[in-house]
């Protein structure tokens, strides 16, 4: 049998207008070994939603995430972002709405070490062939409290700073999704307070939709919505 999904509040409809999702998933279904890890028959996201996705380990949690971003592949279904099919996309295509228009803050976080945290930031917009003016990205850096640490090597970084490097670098293009995958799992309690008041404010000042997948049940008071996944 699949794993139950649990969706709490879904819905397209704000105070009585329509709405276009910025993620809409349909008959989505992924087995892993035999067995069936996502079962969703239908589940959305709304502009600037927040969006927590709940279970316990192995329940599939990051490869959702992975699946809303385009970098695995599922058994059925479709997945729509910003309104376009990822499954219709040419690989190339693929990555480029991925890098355009999703902000992706992973689990380990992939700065690289030879580079500056500014350089790491105009690497991501460097990859989509996007210009941004360094103006913008010592705003994004101010914004998590590090515009003083731009010309600092990511390896010069504690793990907290590092962290705010990774969220400021997912917002560089100005993306209408934030993915994050388990942010704060692995902080006490004023530190992951820290990074969700991040998420919650950087992506809230530019629009854009956030959706966290977690197993730390701290954060699920500060979300709009919550699935869940894995749940008997």
Known sequence: MPPPV???GAGSVVNGTSVS???LVEGLRLSVASRVLLDLDRW??????????LGP???GKTTFLYVLAGLRSTDAGRVVVDGEELGRLSEARRDVLRGRRIGFVHQTLHLVAALTVLDNLRLAAFVVGNRVADEHLFGLLASVGLRDRARARTFEL??????RVAIARALVNDPCLVLADEPTSALDDRNARQILDLLLTTTATRGAALVVATHDMRLLPAFDRRLELGRE
């Open 6 to 8: 649990v969706l709490s």
């Open 21 to 23: 999702p910025v993620v």
């Open 44 to 53: 959305e996201v709304r502009p600037a939603e927040r969006v927590v996705v």
């Open 57 to 59: 380990s192995g329940s």
């Open 158 to 163: 504690s793990h907290g700073e590092a962290q």
